[in-house]
């Protein structure tokens, strides 16, 4: 069983700056390959990014791509989601995820354990 926290979230102005941070508890992280996902009200959950077990590969959607930037510290059992340029569409309530796996994955189902999430709120 993997439980996952994260933090970071808050109240930001367009144009700023956040670090997400889900920190892992139970296992180490560095057997599971992690995703960061966000929903806003009245939507649907969506993808933001993915990181392998090792951190090699990750992929990131386009809408944040170029803006967002995944990574992850399995010293520290600790991803992060650095988030730069915000924008008031990023407004949303971001999880972090743990699939078990050597990729990295896109899909919401293919991950086997979900933090409570982080409200972020980008004023314009």
Not at 19 to 30: D, M, Q
Not at 95 to 116: L, P, V
Request: charged share 20%; hydrophobic share 30%.
């Amino acid at each position: 069983q993997v439980q996952l926290v994260e933090s970071g979230g808050g109240l930001v102005q367009a144009g700023g700056s956040l670090r997400l941070s889900c920190a892992a508890s139970g296992r180490t992280l560095s057997r599971y390959a992690m995703g960061w996902f966000r929903q806003a009200p009245g939507k649907e959950r969506e993808f933001v990014a993915a990181i392998s077990w090792s951190g090699a590969s990750t992929y990131h959607a386009e809408y944040v791509k170029g803006r967002f930037t995944i990574s992850r510290d399995n010293a520290k059992n600790t991803v992060y989601l650095q988030m730069n340029s915000l924008k008031p569409e990023d407004t949303a309530v971001y999880y972090c995820a743990a699939a078990e796996g050597s990729g990295y994955y896109t899909e919401g189902g293919e991950y086997d354990y979900w933090g409570q999430g982080t409200q972020v709120t980008v004023s314009s």
